[in-house]
Nanobody
Framework: QVQLVESGGGLVQAGGSLRLSCAVSGGTFNDYAMAWFRQAPGKERGLVGGITWNASSIYYADFVKGRFTISRDNAKNTVVLQMNSLKPEDTAVYYC????????????????????WGKGTLVTVSL
């Protein structure tokens, strides 16, 4: 059974940074394209960004470009979301997700394409 466990959330002041990690177990990590989504109170879950199995392609939502970075360590079965210059509007529950494929050359981290989800970690950005 594939399990995804997020960590690293918390309370941070605006302008600060947080590093979220997602540990994957129970499957073959190299088979998965990975993604981060977030859901703010009263809003739908939306894409933050995604990364292919070999990091050859990395996608970001427009609102995080230049502030957030996604990376993965296939030896450690982890994917990381480094968040800098955080804003109060970044407050949300952040979810890690895995797409088991198959992945074509035009893979994109669609929410509906994710096969496995973590339970989420809360990020709160204060003024």
């Amino acid at each position: 059974q594939v399990q995804l466990v997020e960590s690293g959330g918390g309370l941070v002041q605006a302008g600060g940074s947080l590093r979220l990690s997602c540990a994957v177990s129970g499957g073959t990590f190299n088979d998965y394209a990975m993604a981060w989504f977030r859901q703010a109170p009263g809003k739908e879950r939306g894409l933050v960004g995604g990364i292919t199995w070999n990091a050859s392609s990395i996608y970001y939502a427009d609102f995080v470009k230049g502030r957030f970075t996604i990376s993965r360590d296939n030896a450690k079965n982890t994917v990381v979301l480094q968040m800098n210059s955080l804003k109060p509007e970044d407050t949300a529950v952040y979810y890690c997700a895995a797409d088991g494929g198959p992945h074509g050359s035009t893979w994109y981290p669609y929410l509906a394409g994710m096969d496995y989800w973590g339970k989420g970690t809360l990020v709160t950005v204060s003024l």
